[in-house]
């Protein structure tokens, strides 16, 4: 079973604070996304990286995968309130054609 | 702009009954999904259907069975609910093609089911 970890598991930090959350995995994956998700709603898709080495920036938020395809992490600049909630990363297994979850990071952003 | 409608949203069982969770999209998607979620370990596949009459295991589908009803519905059916299997459910979509990986899976809102 492919696994990925997540971590921190919570992150409670003050509005301007920069942070870094990290998806780790033993296995590689062909592609990489990455979802946040809001209280009593369901996952929304932020980003994708698919080349290893890749960075993608989405205003504030910063997405690098891995140069081995099995890690990426998610970097938010000056976080706001706006950013609170629960971050997964998700890898794709293109032989399997799923996708396995990460264990999620729960940022909590105060004014 | 519906998306993906799960319904209900909340219910309540007791140990021994039996549920089917309800799931339709309406993006003309191929693909399927139903998953659940619990505190500290994100979502895990129950069962998918990649495309409309079929329908494949997941992670953890001891308790569950499915129906790819159309390319519109896909249902998830507990036979005989226990305490271990309340979580939060959720219903996603997606295109299946060539560039499938890099394809979104669109979630419902969930249903959170309590068993007692």
């Known amino acids: 079973t492919q696994l990925l970890e997540q971590s921190p598991q919570f992150l409670s930090i003050q509005e301007g604070e920069n942070l870094t959350v990290y998806c780790n995995s033993s296995s590689v994956f062909s592609s990489l996304q990455w979802y946040r998700q809001e209280p009593g709603e369901g996952p929304v898709l932020l980003v994708t990286?698919?080349?290893?080495?890749e960075v993608k920036k989405l205003k504030r938020l910063t997405f690098q995968f891995g140069d081995a395809r099995k890690d990426s992490s998610l970097h938010i600049t000056a976080a706001q309130p706006g950013d609170t909630g629960l971050y997964l990363c998700?890898?794709?297994?293109?032989?399997?054609?799923?996708?396995?979850f990460g264990t999620g990071t729960r940022l909590l952003v105060s004014p | 702009n519906a998306g993906v409608t799960q319904t209900p949203k909340f219910q309540v069982l007791k140990t021994g009954q039996s549920m089917t969770l309800q799931c339709a999209q309406d993006m003309n998607h191929n693909s399927m999904y139903w998953y659940r979620q619990d505190p500290g370990m994100g979502l895990r596949l129950i069962y998918y259907s990649a495309s409309e009459g079929t329908t494949d295991k997941g992670e953890v589908p001891n308790g569950y069975n499915v129906s790819r009803l159309n390319k519109r519905e896909f249902s998830l059916r507990l036979e005989s609910a226990a305490p271990s299997q309340t979580s939060v459910y959720f219903c996603?979509?997606?295109?299946?093609?060539?560039?499938?990986?890099?394809?979104?899976?669109?979630f419902g809102d969930g249903t959170r089911l309590s068993i007692l």
């Open positions: 998700a890898g794709l297994n293109t032989g399997f054609q799923k996708l396995v």
């Open positions: 996603a979509s997606s295109e299946f093609g060539r560039s499938w990986g890099n394809q979104p899976q669109h």
């Open positions: 990286v698919v080349t290893g080495g």
